[in-house]
């Protein structure tokens, strides 16, 4: 059996495990707002990209349409898959959180039976201080 100091010790650690695992769920909530935020200007710069029409005013030649078309091209389908990227991203931070919560969980299951322990502890040290009210 724990001693009593013990347990306390460990639901002391378990509570600051809580503290340090609340603060990093601030933290990927966060990064999960900015990469939205991000993702929300490569939505807006890919429909920019995909809408400009580069032979506006016919002043380059067939060569540079060229050019300038397969570079549209490519920098539409680098800001897809940018756009991809940040949805993989929240979609990895959410699942971190949910399993940071079940950590928090198992942190404060084991808090409780120490509580408990300790319950256990102390009744059983009124019976033997007592016997008579056992």
């Given at each position: ?116 322990e300790i319950r256990r502890?102390?009744?059983?040290q009124r019976q033997e ?6």
């Amino acid at each position: 059996m724990a001693s009593i100091s013990d347990l306390l010790l460990t639901i002391r650690a378990c509570k600051e495990m809580i503290r340090i695992i609340e603060e990093d769920i601030k933290g990927m909530k966060k990064g999960q707002t900015d990469i939205s935020l991000i993702h929300g200007d490569f939505y807006d710069l890919k429909n920019d990209v995909d809408e400009y029409d580069i032979s506006a005013g016919e002043i380059w030649t067939g060569n540079l349409y060229d050019g300038a078309f397969a570079e549209q091209e490519s920098t539409s389908t680098g800001i897809e898959t940018a756009k991809s990227s940040c949805k993989t991203a929240i979609t990895e931070l959410d699942t971190c959180i949910e399993n940071a919560y079940d950590e928090i969980e198992k942190y404060r299951k084991k808090i409780r039976e120490c509580e408990e322990e300790i319950r256990r502890i102390q009744e059983a040290q009124r019976q033997e201080a007592n016997p008579a009210a056992g």
